[in-house]
């Protein structure tokens, strides 16, 4: 009689992230889950984030020294708070009788482009994890830091060690890729927004990238492009709560087949400004002189919307930039404007985007129509659409934002199961 | 008519300690001192420790977790003190408009034995820093840590920054070595016991080795040896008082032909404790056996003496060792009384060692007496005495230490010229 197989996972790699290393207490915690996945038969490779807020401490120093700390010297100070927690969490780990070891991204094989302060991790070379791992070694590696070409340390930017933690993964061809944080997995949406959002049990990599994007803090974009390209299977989960399985995050044709849901979960970004040139001349080369000309300023471009203006023969463009862009789209338009031959532009602080997400939208005609239906029983007015395979954005005003997202996920979440949620502990 | 030389220092090392780097104000302090010299057309390299008390910082959180980190991990957590304040210093004499660079040890080619937490260094690889150097590089090297032979990095042990930097200077080749602290310089004794202790304007390695074993705290007594080894000639100076020369460390030859005293300085070391096992028989192989029991233990001893007991027959045999060390020789001795046919063992807690230091006295048969004839005169009775080439150590009662040194520093140093002290910054 067939009895079934059991299940041993070969290697898991285990990423915690800074609130879960805060203090020598939380720092024995996260020895306590590694341990009893290397005790079950796993292999394990941990890759740490700094203690709590000791980078911001770094930056912090750096600039009372330096009015824009930058390059190779600012990567060699950052460096240090992911060697602080790796080192402790090693020497915790061989008080308690364990074979560990901690090791720099550069002494992990981490090999990143020639970019310092915000470098991509070109490729990982694995000989020594791997010798290191069959001799029984639990292995703790420095997150968000590598070495590039001329052996310097590099960082990968904010939210980087999700992003080690998923190449180091990918280059073992580990099993899972644990992404140990302080909330218990991706939400449907912000819960401080819908207090009866949903943990998803399940997302693709691709949804999982849109609502990074769109505001969702659980896991960087770039970590989630990592795991895509490297067919990684990360699992978000919470340090502080170990008996949830959290959210896997998983390739879309990896997906369970009873997840037929059309929508992944609902964004807000409140961090969108609307920018409209009236009174464009009809004729070609004008949006291409006036999105070349932010372009070379840096202003990043979102939604895009043409249309014929009042007058029934000029036409207005209308776009948005993040906020924070605002003033400086300004000053690169008013100059410019004659020669567009426009009348004037028009700005709009007070916007916000809503837009949801979901890979099951692409064979289902009725979801734009949905969300549209949403927001009108809701009365709230939309100011821009745009549409992607897998999202649908709408403009609204901000102070219907909130109202929008609770209308929208109604919509497409009102018969999933509700549980109960402690919005502050939920990483949006 | 010969004008004169000006004289350009070619290449200067320069040390900072973690006090004189313990806040942002204070590295900007450390820029003003490393930029002076640059401007003047000096080629430097600024060797630094971590920022005032972060090591201890680190090693508490380490004892927290392993209750005797040691060992690999423990190198690596330690190393991040010195790669902050390096790469804090280095930005900011970047934002100053200079070029700069900070390193780590190894990547400044410091190699070390293959020996954590207390390694000594055995190369200075210099290649890449003459490099820099020569293209109007500031280089700024992490303190107490180098690489050994398998690219880990090791470090040197407390007080190791010093030694970094006069191996550094050493290698460079380079015209000084100035350890910046926070004391003036080194004195002829501790000025909280002699008030008008005077700060040596020189003093030979051979003299600084002798005092910083004997409890002067100025500089680590492997770092005067390293100087000693490598020629480096090294300056002690304060990082808050740039009017004063310091005391330059030279080779005994190197010193000025005035430099006529008999001793350089005069030390006392309360950690002393005297065994004493009365009643030894006076035969061969009797304290072949008592010592080496004692060093199989670990257990130091300094002073020895060999009398003629009181029997007139048997012998006794006294000697010092540390007082955290008294108990550990108590319990070794007291099971192998028997054996050695001993009668018994006194102990005495309250001892002092006193000793004058200087290469002068090997030409001067009177020094002795001098020394003896002061103690004499204060009424402090001498119970063991113990000389080398360029040192005189008796050992006194505590109570009577202080009495001590200042009866023998008056008898050395009366006519010298004092000035004001403040005796909490002379780093005893």
Same mark, same amino acid.
């Given at each position: 009689?067939?009895?079934?197989?059991?299940?041993?996972?070969?290697?898991?790699?285990?990423?915690?992230?800074?609130?879960?290393?805060?203090?020598?207490?939380?720092?024995?915690?996260?020895?306590?889950?590694?341990?009893?996945?290397?005790?079950?038969?796993?292999?394990?490779?941990?890759?740490?984030?700094?203690?709590?807020?000791?980078?911001?401490?770094?930056?912090?120093?750096?600039?009372?020294?330096?009015?824009?700390?930058?390059?190779?010297?600012?990567?060699?100070?950052?460096?240090?708070?992911?060697?602080?927690?790796?080192?402790?969490?090693?020497?915790?780990?061989?008080?308690?009788?364990?074979?560990?070891?901690?090791?720099?991204?550069?002494?992990?094989?981490?090999?990143?482009?020639?970019?310092?302060?915000?470098?991509?991790?070109?490729?990982?070379?694995?000989?020594?994890?791997?010798?290191?791992?069959?001799?029984?070694?639990?292995?703790?590696?420095?997150?968000?830091?590598?070495?590039?070409?001329?052996?310097? %340390?590099? #960082?990968?930017?904010? @939210?980087?060690?999700? $992003?080690?933690?998923?190449?180091?993964?990918? +280059?073992? !061809?580990? /099993?899972?890729?644990? %992404?140990? #944080?302080?909330?218990? @997995?991706?939400?449907? $949406?912000?819960?401080?927004?819908?207090?009866? +959002?949903? !943990?998803? /049990?399940?997302?693709?990599?691709?949804?999982?990238?849109?609502?990074?994007?769109?505001?969702?803090?659980?896991?960087?974009?770039?970590?989630?492009?990592?795991?895509?390209?490297?067919?990684?299977?990360?699992?978000?989960?919470?340090?502080?709560?170990?008996?949830?399985?959290?959210?896997?995050?998983?390739?879309?044709?990896?997906?369970?087949?009873?997840?037929?849901?059309?929508?992944?979960?609902?964004?807000?970004?409140?961090?969108?400004?609307?920018?409209?040139?009236?009174?464009?001349?009809?004729?070609?080369?004008?949006?291409?002189?006036?999105?070349?000309?932010?372009?070379?300023?840096?202003?990043?471009?979102?939604?895009?919307?043409?249309?014929?203006?009042?007058?029934?023969?000029?036409?207005?463009?209308?776009?948005?930039?993040?906020?924070?862009?605002?003033?400086?789209?300004?000053?690169?338009?008013?100059?410019?404007?004659?020669?567009?031959?426009?009348?004037?532009?028009?700005?709009?602080?007070?916007?916000?985007?809503?837009?949801?997400?979901?890979?099951?939208?692409?064979?289902?005609?009725?979801?734009?129509?949905?969300?549209?239906?949403?927001?009108?029983?809701?009365?709230?007015?939309?100011?821009?659409?745009?549409?992607?395979?897998?999202?649908?954005?709408?403009?609204?005003?901000?102070?219907?934002?909130?109202?929008?997202?609770?209308?929208?996920?109604?919509?497409?979440?009102?018969?999933?199961?509700?549980?109960?949620?402690?919005?502050?502990?939920?990483?949006?």
């Amino acid at each position: 009689m067939f009895k079934g197989k059991i299940n041993v996972t070969r290697l898991l790699v285990q990423k915690f992230g800074g609130s879960s290393l805060a203090d020598t207490d939380k720092i024995k915690g996260v020895a306590d889950i590694i341990t009893t996945a290397y005790d079950a038969g796993t292999q394990v490779v941990a890759i740490v984030s700094a203690m709590g807020k000791t980078t911001d401490g770094l930056v912090a120093l750096a600039n009372e020294l330096n009015s824009s700390p930058q390059g190779r010297d600012y990567d060699m100070l950052l460096a240090t708070g992911e060697m602080v927690s790796a080192s402790l969490l090693a020497l915790h780990l061989q008080s308690r009788g364990y074979k560990a070891i901690a090791l720099t991204g550069f002494q992990a094989g981490v090999r990143t482009e020639d970019v310092y302060n915000t470098a991509r991790i070109k490729d990982v070379e694995t000989d020594y994890l791997n010798t290191l791992l069959e001799a029984g070694t639990i292995v703790i590696v420095t997150g968000f830091q590598g070495e590039n070409s001329k052996g310097e %340390i590099c #960082t990968l930017g904010r @939210g980087g060690s999700d $992003t080690s933690a998923v190449a180091i993964a990918g +280059a073992l !061809k580990a /099993d899972a890729c644990d %992404i140990y #944080t302080d909330v218990t @997995g991706v939400y449907s $949406t912000d819960p401080r927004i819908v207090p009866n +959002a949903i !943990k998803l /049990d399940e997302i693709a990599h691709i949804e999982m990238m849109e609502l990074a994007r769109l505001g969702a803090k659980v896991l960087h974009p770039r970590s989630v492009e990592a795991a895509r390209r490297w067919g990684v299977k990360v699992r978000v989960r919470s340090t502080f709560n170990l008996n949830d399985e959290g959210t896997l995050v998983v390739d879309e044709a990896m997906m369970s087949q009873d997840s037929t849901r059309a929508v992944a979960g609902v964004a807000c970004d409140k961090n969108q400004a609307r920018v409209a040139v009236i009174g464009l001349p009809d004729k070609p080369g004008i949006a291409a002189h006036l999105f070349k000309t932010l372009a070379e300023k840096s202003i990043s471009v979102d939604m895009i919307i043409q249309s014929i203006g009042q007058d029934g023969v000029t036409n207005d463009i209308a776009f948005t930039v993040n906020t924070w862009d605002l003033q400086n789209a300004e000053a690169v338009l008013k100059p410019i404007l004659h020669d567009l031959g426009a009348r004037e532009v028009l700005l709009d602080d007070n916007v916000a985007k809503v837009s949801i997400v979901g890979v099951g939208m692409i064979d289902r005609p009725g979801v734009a129509a949905s969300m549209f239906q949403a927001l009108a029983e809701a009365e709230v007015n939309i100011g821009m659409i745009a549409t992607s395979e897998i999202k649908i954005s709408v403009l609204v005003s901000s102070s219907q934002s909130d109202k929008a997202v609770q209308a929208i996920h109604h919509a497409f979440f009102s018969d999933a199961s509700s549980e109960e949620l402690v919005p502050s502990k939920l990483g949006y």
